[in-house]
Every structure is written in C-alpha cells, then in structure tokens.
C-alpha cells in the first residue's frame, strides 16, 4: 500500500472518530448550564467520552500526516461533517433530508476535485523554532480576536477551533516527521516547544468546539470543518513547500471544487438549522417526570430559535410552562 493511499485510508477513519465525538459534545452542550466550568466538565463521563473519541481521531490523523501534505490530509477533514449528519440525525430521531444529501453530494464531489490537485509525496520538510514560534505567536493573537465578547460567539469559537486544530496539525506533522526520519535529536527545544505547542492549541480547540456547540451542532461545525483545513494548508504552502499539481488548471480545479465545498457545508448547514422542530420532537412528546430522555437539537440556533429549542433534560414543566 503507498503513502498516499495509506493517508486516505487513515484520515476516513479520523474524520469518523471526530464526527461521532462532534455529536457526543453537542449532546453534552445541551445538557450543560452555559455558565458551567471546565471543572465540572471534567466530571461528566460523556465529556471523557468526547474527549477519548477526540484522543483517537487526532491518534489516527498524526499517522495520516506521516503518510501524506497537509495539503491531502487536512480536506479530507471535512468528511467529519459528512459523517456527522447521519449520526445527528440518528441522534435527533429523525431521517437525514433531501437538502442534507445534495448538500452531503456537493462537499464530496469539492473534496474530490481538491484532493486531484494535491501533492500526493510524504512530507520532509519541518518548521524551524522560529517559524514554531511565529505560527503559535499568530495564531493565539487571532483566537484572542476571535474569543472577545460579541455578536456570534459560537460561530466566532468555532472559527477559533477549527484553527487552533489546524495549526496543531501542522505542528504535529513538523513533530512526527522529525522524530521518524531521525533528523535530529528528540530531546532537542525544538522539538520540546514543538510539542508543547501542539499540546496546547489541541485543547484548546477541543474546549473552544466545546463552547461553540451550545448553540447547536450545524453551522459551528461546519465552520470547523472549513477554518480547520485552510489553516494547515496555508501553513504548508507557505512555509513548508508543499504545492498544488498541475499549475494553471489545477488552480481551476482546487476553486471550483471550494467552491463545491463551501455549497454543500452551507445546505448541510441550512437544512440542519431548519429541522429543530422535529429533532426536537421525534417520536413524541416527552412524558413529564425524571425518566423522561433528553432531547438532542443538531440545528444551530439562528435569530428566530426559541430557548425551549436548545437541547434539554427532560424534566416537568414548572408553573405550567
């Protein structure tokens, strides 16, 4: 099996473990206060869940990026969303819809058309400390732009994760490709910083995505999916060599298949934020009483949505509300 082909293989099944964890931290969200802390995060068993699902993509993603560029790697990332709408439909009760399928037809055919232009060679080039340095200093500049108070706080965090994880990526390929060409010592600061970077930023994203699904799952994580690999591609086409195939025409191909893209996340995410009713009411009314399940909202709040939309436990009415 070659190189490429390998990464593929490997990044299928990272975007799966990510798609799952995606709906098993939207499903958390809703059943958390917003004002709750990442204490009493740390004391629900499904937010370990989340983060083992988590643990295991990027597992699964830093050996794709042995294999393969970012420039291959990191759109094959927008299969998490693809993945993710059959589970949240599951998870909500309901069919995936007709919009949802063009709009799932659409991001595959985009990310056919962008994987044709990219380098399909192993990577061998790594970032200096400076360059380490410079990506981390830039890149928490803009996450502290993007986590200020404002209007769209989940769509602005979900922008701030889907970068934060992009840059992780692009650390983490520097940090595997030098520790298994062996071109240079392991303990060196380098790579010590190197990977206290790629520590820091994953969490981050992970509690940045956790935040920005409180509002739903839809349009955030279609955000994710799109900030996430722009992020590491331009990283790679900028500072480690990598380049697209096939010049002129290849440029082509890459627009018109973002193009693509951008349409398919953007039906996935409209008809997400259109089905909140009946994900919110499939298969009846919830009884009143402690026995009665949660209710999973996979739609993304818009400026019409109700409170009695989000994701609830289900618990009696109070005051007959």
């Keep these: 099996m070659n190189a490429t082909v390998m990464a593929v293989a490997l990044s299928l099944v990272s975007a ?6 995606a709906v098993a931290q939207a499903r958390l969200a809703g059943r958390t206060e917003p004002d709750a802390g990442v204490l009493r995060l740390l004391g629900r068993g499904a937010w370990w869940s989340a983060v083992a699902l988590n643990a ?44 949802e399928w063009r709009g799932t037809i659409l991001t ?12 399909g060679a192993a990577p061998h080039e790594t970032l200096s400390l400076p360059e380490a340095l410079g990506v981390g200093a ?10 200020r108070p404002g209007a769209r706080p989940g769509l602005r965090h979900a922008a701030a994760s889907g970068i934060t994880s992009g840059v992780a990526s692009a650390l983490t390929q520097t940090l595997t490709v030098s520790v298994t060409d062996h071109t240079g010592p392991l303990l060196s600061w380098r790579l010590v910083v190197v990977a206290l970077l790629v520590s820091a930023f994953a969490m ?14 839809g349009a955030p ?12 591609a331009a990283i790679g086409l900028a500072l480690l060599g990598e380049r697209l195939q096939g010049g002129t025409t290849s440029l082509f191909l890459a627009l018109l298949g973002t193009a693509a893209a951008v349409r398919g996340v953007i039906l996935l995410s409209r008809a997400q934020a259109e089905t909140p009713v009946v994900a919110g009411t499939a298969g009846g009314e919830p009884k009143p009483g402690a026995g009665s399940p949660s209710r999973v909202v996979i739609a993304s709040r818009g400026p019409m949505d109700q409170p009695a939309l989000r994701p609830e436990l289900g618990r009696a009415p109070v005051g007959g509300s």
């Design 204 to 217: 981050s994203g992970l509690l940045l995505s956790q935040t920005a699904y409180r509002g739903g799952l």
């Design 56 to 99: 295991g993509g990027a597992l699964l993603h830093v050996a794709a990026l042995k294999y393969g560029p970012l420039t291959l790697v990191q759109p094959l990332g927008a299969l998490t969303l693809v993945a993710a709408v059959p589970l949240g439909a599951r998870a909500a009760g309901r069919r995936v819809t007709r919009i």
């Design 16 to 21: 799966a473990a990510y798609a799952s964890a």
């Design 221 to 232: 994580l279609a955000v994710v999916t799109l900030a996430n690999p722009v992020a590491a």
């Design 108 to 119: 595959l055919l985009g990310l056919g058309a962008l994987l044709m232009t990219a380098g």
């Design 138 to 147: 830039g890149t928490m500049a803009v996450v502290a732009g993007l986590s």
